[in-house]
């Protein structure tokens, strides 16, 4: 047994680790600065070109009056038993005349235009009977052919005046007769005596508008 006088060995100390120095980090690079973007170039603002004044509105022209194509009518003052309208420049008693002078001379138009026409008729009808020739050697045939045309064309002619007859007598009943139809002037009594189915007047006619 060991001697309790006997010391104990004092425990050696552990020696102490030796701290390793610690390396110092390398310092950091500094990053390399960011090149500046160029500034970019401002293209120089093109000057807004003046605005143009309105030009001036053109001021309306003024509206024409609107002219009537059509001549006023003469105002009937009254009217006759037998359909007559009589007015201011035309009395009863011209127009009564007027009207007689009308019908007789449409009657008399009517039987030369019914004669001319039988007359044109009885020379083709002799034609065809063979009494006349109508060849080149025939010179009576020549004329006759003549004489037909004739007829046919006066027979014709008496007809249209008969129509303008017709319408002066329309023309009384509606109160408008002895003016022009062209302008409604008054036509001078002695042209519708002379012609009582005149429709316009003498300086209208020369002119070349219209009838008669």
């Keep these: 047994m060991a001697s309790s006088s006997s010391k104990k060995a004092p425990p050696k100390k552990a020696a102490p680790a030796k701290k390793a120095p610690a390396k ?9 600065p960011a090149k500046k973007a160029a500034p970019a170039k401002k293209a120089p603002a093109k000057k807004a070109a003046p605005a143009k004044k309105p030009a001036p509105a053109k001021k309306a022209a003024p509206a024409k009056k609107a002219v009537s194509s059509a001549p006023e009518l ?17 009395d009863v008693k011209f127009l009564k005349s007027q009207r007689a002078l009308l019908i007789a001379e449409r009657a008399r ?19 065809e009977m063979g009494d006349v020739q109508f060849d080149d050697e025939g010179g009576e045939g020549d004329t006759m052919v003549v004489e037909r045309e004739r007829d046919l064309a006066l027979s014709a002619q008496a007809r249209e005046s008969v129509v303008e007859i017709e319408e002066a007598l329309a023309r009384m009943e509606a109160g408008t007769y002895g003016y022009s139809v062209l302008s409604m002037q008054p036509i001078p009594r002695p042209r519708l005596e002379a012609i009582p189915w005149a429709s316009e007047l003498v300086e209208e006619k020369v002119g070349g508008i219209g009838r008669r």
């Design 109 to 127: 138009l009517i039987g030369q235009a019914d004669q001319l026409d039988a007359e044109a008729t009885s020379l083709i009808e002799e034609a």
């Design 24 to 32: 110092k980090a390398a310092p950091a690079k500094k990053a390399a």
């Design 74 to 90: 003469p105002k009937v003052r009254g009217r006759t038993k037998d359909g007559i309208a009589y007015t201011k420049d035309f």
